[in-house]
């Protein structure tokens, strides 16, 4: 009988998991760099709406105020 059977092979050579180490950390670096790019965004949209917010009310009381407001003598 051979000493290198096909019997014998199984598993992966040492190329092949370094080949597959490499592809899966770009993979999660990519991953990782998505979430973090998102989570960001999040944040600032969610900051931005409540300056917006705020800013609607702003308007809501200069138009009133103006609304309501008399000429002064000069």
Known sequence: MNRHS?????????VELLISVTISAIIL??????????????YDTSKRTEHDSGADVLGTYIQRDLASATSAPT
């Open 6 to 14: 096909k019997k014998d092979d199984e598993g992966f050579t040492l």
């Open 29 to 42: 670096a990519a991953l990782g760099t998505s979430i973090i790019v998102f989570l960001r965004n999040a």
